[in-house]
Structure formats: C-alpha cells, structure tokens
C-alpha cells in the first residue's frame, strides 16, 4: 500500500485553516487589534462603508441574432455606501455612471446612464478570507439614447440580482466583484428603424424617439469597500 504524501497531508490540513482564518493582514477582532469593538464607529447602530467600483453591462440581441451579451454594452464607474447590522446582513446605496462602449457606438448607438439604486444583502461564511454574498436591489436610471438619428431621454426603473465575493484583505479593506443580472430598458435598433420608415421621418433630421423595450443584461463589476 502506497504511504500517504507529505504535500498532501499538508494541504488538507492547511486548506481548511486558510478557509476559516482571519482577513490576510490582522484579525477581524477589534479587540485583538488593540480597540475596544465598541470604539469602531458606528452609524445608528450599524457598522458603515463606502468604496468604489468599475464595470459593465450588454444584453442580449433583441432579434435574436445572436446569443451573446454584447448589444448595447456599457462601460462606467460608481461609488456606493453599505451598513451592516451585524456581519451576515447589509443595505447598500449606489451612484453609477455609464457610457456607450466603443463597439457600440462603431454600431451607430451612443448612450448614457446614471443609475441610483439601492439594495439589501446576506454575506455567507463571513469568517472566510474569501466572503461570497448575494444581493437584491433595485432604482432609478435616468438614460438619454442616441440611435438612428433619434433620441430618447428619460427615467426608467431598474433592478438588479447578484452574487458577489470580498477578499478580506485586512478587517477594514475588502476588494471583491459581483455578476449581476440587471433589468433596464434596451434599445430596440429594429423597431426604431421600422417606426422611421412607417413614420417617413428621415433618420437624419433628429427627430422621433428611439424604441425601447424592458429587458435583462448581465452585469460585471470590480471594487474596493473600506468597512469602518
């Protein structure tokens, strides 16, 4: 019978131990750090955050064309807040700024998005180095679409479903990303192209609006979050 590998000993001992440790620098104990946990601060009672964060969003082809994510994609960046009654549950808020991708405009569409959401989560594991979570969310997106020589300007309702990770760096920096799925309005090339041409409007003189369709896009995002 063969005798167990060193290595292999090593790494089932050791993996669990990394899995179920503190954060990679420090403790995620105030009180082992040299604070009381009741000197952190505190924001009606709850542990507050802010970060920052970078991404993307594209939907699906309205025509079907195609089955990838990269109609109408989006690049941007936000800041956004978090409060956390205890260390499994958390609110967020969020302001986030889009712009067309390149691609997109190459395609003849130009876009840009602010979104406002707000949204609640629970962090699972909390202890690990590595914290996965999920998130429910949702807000406002004020959106102004140029496509076709057509433009269409307004507030629109948007929300989101995600799962996410956070590296706990030390007890106060995490960086992490989420994949979300994202409900806004997409453009709609055809039904805009289709309406110019019932509407004899030419595409040229700016006027009319772009068509737009309630749809779902799958969203990425990096950040940085410091918990005070």
């Known amino acids: 019978m063969p005798k167990p590998n060193v290595l292999v000993i090593a790494a089932l001992f050791l993996v669990p131990q990394v899995a179920l440790?503190?954060?990679?620098?420090?403790?995620?104990?105030?009180?082992?750090?040299?604070?009381a946990e009741s000197d952190a601060?505190?924001?009606?009672?709850?542990?507050?955050?802010f970060g920052a964060r970078v991404?993307?969003?594209?939907?699906?082809?309205?025509?079907g064309s195609s089955d990838k994510w990269d109609d109408c994609r989006m690049n941007g960046v936000g800041v956004f807040g978090t409060l956390a009654p205890n260390r499994w549950f958390f609110g967020s808020l969020g302001l986030d700024f889009y712009n067309a991708d390149p691609s997109a405009i190459d395609e003849g569409m130009d876009r840009d998005s602010t979104h406002v959401t707000a949204g609640v989560g629970a962090r699972m594991f909390?202890?690990?180095?590595?914290?996965?979570?999920?998130?429910?969310?949702?807000?406002?997106?004020?959106?102004?679409?140029?496509?076709?020589?057509?433009?269409?300007?307004?507030?629109?309702?948007?929300?989101y479903l995600g799962l996410g990770a956070e590296l706990n760096v030390t007890r106060e920096l995490k960086l992490g990303a989420a994949l979300r799925v994202l409900a806004t309005a997409q453009p709609d090339a055809e039904a805009t192209t289709r309406q110019a041409l019932t509407s004899g409007t030419a595409a040229a003189d700016g006027t009319g609006a772009v068509a737009t369709r309630a749809s779902?896009?799958?969203?990425a995002q990096f950040f940085a979050r410091y918990a005070l």
Do not use: N
């Open 21 to 35: 440790a503190d954060p990679i620098f420090g403790s995620d104990d105030a009180k082992k750090d040299g604070s």
């Open 41 to 49: 601060p505190k924001l009606l009672g709850m542990r507050p955050g």
């Open 55 to 63: 991404g993307g969003y594209g939907f699906r082809h309205a025509d």
């Open 126 to 159: 909390p202890s690990f180095v590595l914290t996965p979570y999920v998130e429910l969310g949702g807000g406002m997106e004020w959106t102004r679409i140029d496509l076709a020589g057509r433009r269409t300007e307004g507030i629109f309702p948007v929300g």
């Open 216 to 219: 779902t896009a799958m969203q």
